[in-house]
């Protein structure tokens, strides 16, 4: 796609000159204006540069600068100006000119200067789109769940998006406790500086201290040059300590000082360092107990339990079951290139009643391993790991009355619907113990009613 450049200049002979060299020596698309007006009409328009002559009627190039880049902030804007005057460059710069020449301007070096605005605009554009990315990955609209206990969990974590209070995520291994801190940083104040994950069980005691606080050189054997930790990485940002519970005594005492004082020493250092990040923990133990046990220390628990969020394990949220099962095969089909239409009813039910003691984290896996291992179009009892299917169930089961009756496979949409009226018909229309009956939030039975067209 080619570049459009904007040129705003109200003399005629210049503005030819400068559409001239633009278009037909520079091959961009070009539009010219005469007034600050008619360019601020035309923005929708999108250029990726615009040149701006400071010298205009009604408008001036200066307020009209402040208005483009009150429309995008990132648009480079190349002001062009008769005076030679250092305060007008000045002013320029000052509001957010990409560049300033001065008439009669030089045309190899305005070239250049549009040539590397387009590329520093493009790099911005990149960026900010994978910042969206990022974002609309870890938005609360993205992590898969229609139960009532993790709509509680979510209204908690709503509550905490802007303040730096510090939380601790509580859940077994595999429940998403690591999701849930990125949905808090990626949609809180503190988006735009880094997300920084350390796991404190997987890093060898002797070698997290300096992981969390970095080192000097020659604090150690092997320390042969200086070492950010990463409270330093973080800064401004937001740092995720999962497995907290595994800290030993010593380091405990050196998080705490961090989040009271906001200040550390690197190993080996004598520099006091100030770092500004949010404390965002989790735990599968139950620190209460390792309080009591001596095992952690007291003021720290109560530093980082400011704002504790128990997400709940998968065996206690069977409404999410099916959804993760149809989001996985959805996902896994088109990472492995498969086809499968679904799940038999057999292969359904055996998934759904399973405990699923590594929670999401196994469900996707095991999900994966049935599309890389199913031959069929259906993923069936016998591609189901050994330790699922040790409970094997009649082929005439009944799962959710009439619809189930015999081998047919049942695309998701409509098990979700099925499943929506009979809970209605069992409650006799009562909403709230439909809800309960199906482990899910009443606002999620109204949606899907609404979705299904459902009438009550």
Sequence with gaps: MEKLIFIVDDEQAISKLLTYWVRDKWKYNAESFATGEDVLKNLHKRPDVVLL???LPGLDGIETLKRIKAFDENLPIIMLSAQGSIEVAVDSLKFGAYDYFTKPIDQQKLELAIKNAIKSYDLTKEIQNLKENVKQTYSFDNIISADGKMQDVFKLVSKVLDNDISVLIYGESGTGKELIARAIHYNGKRKDRPFIAVNCASIPRELLESELFGHERGSF?????RKLGKFEVARGGTIFLDEVGELEMVL?????????QKEFERVGGTEIIKTDVRIISATNKDLKKAVE????REDLFYRLNSFPIHIPPLRQRKGDILILAEHFLKKFNEKLGKKCKGFTRRALKLIYDYSWPGNVREMENTIERCLIISEGENIDVEDLPPHIRTEDYPANFDFAGPLFADDTVIPFEKLKEEAIRHALKVTNGNIVEAAKKLQLGRATIYRLMDKY???H
């Design 293 to 296: 046990n001596k095992e952690f």
């Design 221 to 225: 054997t092997g320390a042969h040059q």
């Design 453 to 455: 067209n459902i009438e």
């Design 252 to 260: 405990q005492a050196k998080l705490l000082r961090v989040i009271q």
């Design 53 to 55: 002559d400071i010298m």
